[in-house]
């Protein structure tokens, strides 16, 4: 029953994150559902997602490039340190403290999830490029909650993108994409170092999650209604987030 529920969890879950984002809402808790300590099961959903973030940014590929006032290398630079600093953090959260927070990272993922077409619409409407000191350390800051807690870290990244001045949707997909591979990577073989993936758990979904993101690629051009999809997912997302306040 483990299984079966792993893999339900991450077909949905590479499904959702193809076409609208929001897959560790139901990735994180089915692992501490079948008993995976909640620090272990935060890194091994990582993992799992890391094969999608991946296959993003090769489709994305010919979009990534940096006409703002940030250098990729820049970028590239705070995904890294961000995204190893967030795993380094999470490998000194005790486990008592890292349970505490867990409702409130899953609820404040879900409201940035919700908020996401607003806070594109707005930040984009605005016009105005941070300084480069300040854009560096909002994608410093960003890189290091995904490398920390991955749920939001799309729209996040996505938002960081339009405050340091991209304007352009694919360009910013592409490079969310290629962040969001970089600051997984590092913090998946930091990790791994620590002894913290399950990787049998991790294995099934991944795959999962993989097989499902090809599925709802597919499925995605089909849909019509993002908006209620977009309801569904914020309505797991708050599912979720209740159900560790209660657990």
Same mark, same amino acid.
């Given at each position: ?23 560790? /809402? ?6 501490? /559902?079948?008993?995976?300590?909640? *620090? ?23 979009? *990534? ?22 795993? %380094? ?34 930040? %984009? ?12 350390? %909002? ?29 352009? %949707? ?78």
């Amino acid at each position: 029953m483990d299984y079966i529920l792993l893999v339900l969890a991450g077909l949905g879950a590479g499904a959702l994150n193809a076409v609208a984002g929001g897959g560790t /809402f139901l990735s994180f808790p089915a692992l501490v /559902f079948i008993g995976i300590p909640p *620090i272990m099961a935060n890194a091994t959903a990582t993992l799992a997602a890391l094969p999608g973030y991946i296959g993003s940014t090769w489709g994305f590929r010919k979009d *990534i490039r940096a006409a703002g006032p940030v250098s990729l290398l820049a970028m590239i630079a705070m995904a890294v340190i961000g995204g190893l600093g967030g795993a %380094l953090l999470l490998l000194v959260t005790s486990k008592e403290t890292f349970s505490a927070i867990v409702p409130w990272l899953l609820l404040f993922a879900t409201l940035v999830f919700a908020a996401g077409p607003w806070l594109m619409r707005h930040v %984009l409407g605005q016009g105005k490029a941070l300084p480069l000191v300040a854009a560096l350390g %909002l994608l410093l800051a960003v890189s290091v909650y995904g490398g920390y807690f991955n749920g939001g870290l799309g729209i996040m990244l996505l938002a960081a993108f339009g405050f340091v001045g991209f304007t352009n %949707l694919h360009e910013m997909n592409g490079l969310k994409n290629l962040l969001s591979s970089i600051l997984s990577l590092v913090s998946v073989v930091t990790y791994s170092a620590a002894g913290l993936i399950a990787w049998k758990p991790a294995i099934i979904l991944g795959v999962a999650c993989a097989i499902g993101g090809f599925v709802g690629a597919h499925l995605g051009r089909r849909i019509t209604n993002m908006a209620a999809l977009r309801l569904f997912i914020t309505l797991v997302g708050l599912g979720m987030a209740a159900a560790f306040f209660i657990w």
